[in-house]
């Protein structure tokens, strides 16, 4: 799991909105860099619960994550 920064509301005042941080798996993250029409703008670090415990892209739990690997 990685906290990262994603593409949001570009109409919105605050910083955070239009570039919200939210939760990504490693699977989702992977497949959401390095390409034009990434939603992830930024992968900030590694997972932080504060920005909830769930892949923003596909649910998935980091008890999940922990069980795969």
Known sequence: ???????GGL????T???YPTV????EC????QGHEDSAITHILGGYDAA?????H???KTEE???EEA
């Open 11 to 14: 109409s919105a005042d605050r």
């Open 1 to 7: 799991m990685k906290s990262c920064q994603i593409w």
């Open 64 to 66: 999940e994550e922990r």
């Open 29 to 32: 993250a992977e497949a959401n």
């Open 51 to 55: 920005y909830g415990e769930e892949c």
């Open 23 to 26: 939760t990504v798996c490693d």
């Open 57 to 59: 892209f596909c649910d």
């Open 16 to 18: 955070d909105e239009q």
